[in-house]
């Protein structure tokens, strides 16, 4: 039985020597053995060792057993991933991940780390960008490559589905971890694998590839209208002018202050937060007029004929 991750990466033009993300699982198992048989030599396993569960030191073990096995050299880092009160734990562990992901790559030369997320895993970040109410950068899900910490992240597994990867593993009697985290009904994740996925699977028997189609489609817009709020934040300059910000229609300007926001300076308002600083921006006729609203970690001011954002403490 073949490994459905050789042919995920006999079409996927490598960088290299590059990393991959191990985390001792089933699907990074398989992207490891696939990536050590394509490219003997130059593949490095990156393990992040998150700190939160007693059987930690274990998984770490036995990624070195089978780093050992492959002879593909195994770095670890530590980090500790426990989450601020109001912060998802969910988040803060990705967060922490990717932070350790690139900081191991770094340090060992490599550009390019490959991750073994899946289709599977799309149709997830789907449905939790669909409960949270996002738009359409939400709703294209997870990009096939991205940027990050100056690292280029890749998802060559996409289009295939767990059941795939999880099927090989257990007919080549290839060991892996199941780590207990992923059974913990706490985790939207988790309910979603556990309990959303088997019903849609029978209501929906095509699902994984209608959700990746309609992520095609919302990544498709997204850039556009990135291209397009690009385009008049040119216009408006950096930091935007408020006589232009009060010459675009409604919606433009709206999409101009999320990618200004988010492209410049790293953060995005909430809904809430940016029809207030539409309202502001639309009132502020006057030169006397003040704006100054909380948005994510900072705030918006008007500063003379131009809006800035400063990061600092939540406004009193």
Same mark, same amino acid.
């Given at each position: ?82 989450? #601020?009160?109001?912060?998802?734990? =969910?988040?803060? @562990? !990705?967060? $922490? +991940?990717? *932070?350790?992901? &690139? %900081?191991?790559? /770094? ?95 029978? #209501?929906?028997?095509?699902?994984? =590839?209608?959700? @990746? !189609?309609? $992520? +095609?489609? *919302?990544?498709? &817009? %997204?850039?556009? /209208? ?91």
């Amino acid at each position: 039985m073949e490994n459905p991750a050789d042919h995920a990466l006999a079409s996927w033009s490598a960088v290299l020597p590059l990393g991959v993300a191990y985390s001792g699982g089933a699907d990074s198992t398989a992207l490891l053995h696939a990536a050590a048989r394509r490219w003997p030599g130059q593949v490095h396993a990156l393990h992040v060792h998150h700190g939160l569960q007693h059987a930690a030191d274990d998984f770490e073990a036995h990624c070195a057993a089978a780093c050992a096995a492959l002879e593909v050299p195994l770095h670890v880092g530590r980090v500790d991933a426990r989450h #601020a009160p109001g912060e998802s734990p =969910e988040d803060a @562990a !990705r967060r $922490a +991940r990717y *932070a350790t992901l &690139a %900081s191991l790559a /770094l340090g060992h030369g490599l550009q390019h780390v490959l991750l073994a997320q899946h289709a599977d895993d799309q149709v997830e970040t789907l449905l939790i960008a669909l409960g949270r109410g996002a738009g359409v950068d939400g709703l294209a899900g997870m990009p096939g490559r991205m940027e990050r910490h100056g690292v280029v992240f890749h998802r060559p597994l996409l289009e295939l589905h767990a059941d795939a990867l999880r099927a090989w593993i257990a007919a080549a009697g290839i060991s892996h971890i199941d780590d207990p985290s992923n059974a913990d009904l706490r985790y939207t994740r988790n309910r979603i694998r556990r309990l959303v996925l088997p019903a849609l699977a029978q #209501a929906l028997p095509q699902y994984r =590839e209608t959700f @990746a !189609r309609s $992520a +095609r489609n *919302a990544a498709r &817009a %997204s850039s556009l /209208l990135s291209e397009a709020a690009a385009g008049d934040l040119a216009e408006a300059g950096s930091p935007p002018r408020l006589a232009a910000l009060r010459a675009l229609p409604r919606e433009r300007l709206a999409n101009l202050l999320r990618h200004w926001l988010k492209s410049e300076h790293g953060v995005v308002p909430s809904e809430a937060q940016l029809e207030q600083l539409l309202g502001q921006i639309a009132a502020c006729s006057t030169r006397g007029h003040r704006i100054r609203i909380k948005v994510a970690s900072g705030r918006v001011e008007r500063e003379g004929d131009t809006l800035r954002w400063y990061n600092a403490s939540p406004l009193p």
